[in-house]
């Protein structure tokens, strides 16, 4: 895990190393090159085939929105950098909301891609496709999550449960991968209840110190109203907490059956403020992004004191975990 979240850190950009820099970026190369090292030699040999949907580059084509993921794939394949680039989520289905829906995928890079001779080409590939995926959503929260190829031969439901990447649409190879799945329960759990504590602290201190822009968190009931992007953080990890809650019960599932099994367990009013964000996500407009100012439409719907309700609904599933047998 440490070793992704360092190759994620370096092919993500999130430091802005220069790409001249070889002394920043040889050291660390070569460490996570090395961390990696020992995954296929220790991996279990039950490894099995997951059949993904073909990316089929005609039906992107076909949606103004989506004709940059069209340009994505093909910056992918004539780079020679990755050994598979799974587009999953409303991306995938296209359930997309237009200026609201980010882009989800995961790209598998090629061991070759991290030796000396070749990962300066690819981080100006996977700058290039960073650049690209935020013309579809400019307050895109997350990256492209990328992992080494061996990480296939032990892959975590805490990346992306095997269920769900089956639903995605995979731009190169024949779709068939070679994975071998590890538990990853343990961090599931630490996952959400690092959620809950985070949304606690906001909650009491009415401030979210998570995801800052410009230097600002976002502030209780509009205090600062010039943190849409924030604000936009907070509905959308709302939003995912049914399907880690669903996750830590044993159901992996997408969003929408999360929601279904949410729904059978709790009351309209207990879900208050999940249907509330939900009706902000589905009722976006792209000129909301015409500045970071939070738009009147957005306030009306969402109401006040969003951190607070949003600290009660993550307790609220974690007091009343989803019944196993359901």
């Keep these: 895990m440490l070793a992704n979240s360092a190759l994620n850190s370096f092919l993500q950009n999130r430091d802005g190393i220069a790409l001249h820099d070889k002394h920043v970026i040889n050291p660390l190369l070569d460490h996570i090159e090395k961390s990696y090292s020992g995954i296929a030699a220790g991996s279990s040999s039950n490894v099995g085939i997951v059949q993904l949907k073909d990316f089929i580059l005609e039906e ?3 949606h103004d929105t989506l004709c940059i993921i069209a340009e994505i794939s093909k910056v992918v394949e004539r780079s020679d950098m990755f050994k598979n680039f799974i587009v999953h989520g409303s991306c995938s289905d296209f359930r997309i909301v237009d200026g609201w829906s980010d882009f989800d995928c995961i790209a598998v890079v090629k061991r070759s891609s991290l030796s000396r001779r070749n990962r300066f080409d690819l981080l100006k590939v996977c700058i290039e496709l960073d650049e690209k995926m935020r013309t579809l959503d400019p307050y895109q929260h997350h990256g492209i999550h990328y992992i080494h190829e061996d990480e296939l031969l032990s892959f975590p439901n805490l990346y992306l449960p095997v269920d769900v990447l089956r639903s995605g649409k995979c731009v190169l190879s024949n779709g068939k991968l070679e994975i071998c799945r590890v538990d990853s329960l343990h961090l599931e759990v630490s996952r959400f209840r690092s959620v809950l504590e985070t949304l606690q602290l906001a909650s009491e201190s009415g401030v979210l110190r ?15 109203a010039d943190t ?3 604000l936009k953080y907070l509905i959308s990890l709302v939003s995912l907490l049914p399907a880690y809650w669903c996750n830590i019960s044993g159901l992996y599932c997408e969003k929408p059956q999360a929601y279904a099994e949410m729904r059978k367990q709790f009351s309209p009013d207990q879900l208050e403020f999940f249907e509330k964000c939900s009706d902000v996500r589905f009722g976006w407009k792209r000129h909301f992004h015409d500045s970071n100012i939070i738009h009147e439409d957005v306030m009306n719907i969402l109401g006040s004191d969003y951190l607070l309700r949003a600290y009660r609904f993550a307790r609220l599933l974690n007091e009343f975990p989803r019944a196993k047998n359901d």
């Design 228 to 230: 849409m992007y924030q």
């Design 60 to 62: 992107y084509l076909q």
């Design 210 to 224: 998570h995801h800052a822009k410009d230097g600002k968190f976002l502030k209780e009931s509009y205090e600062d």
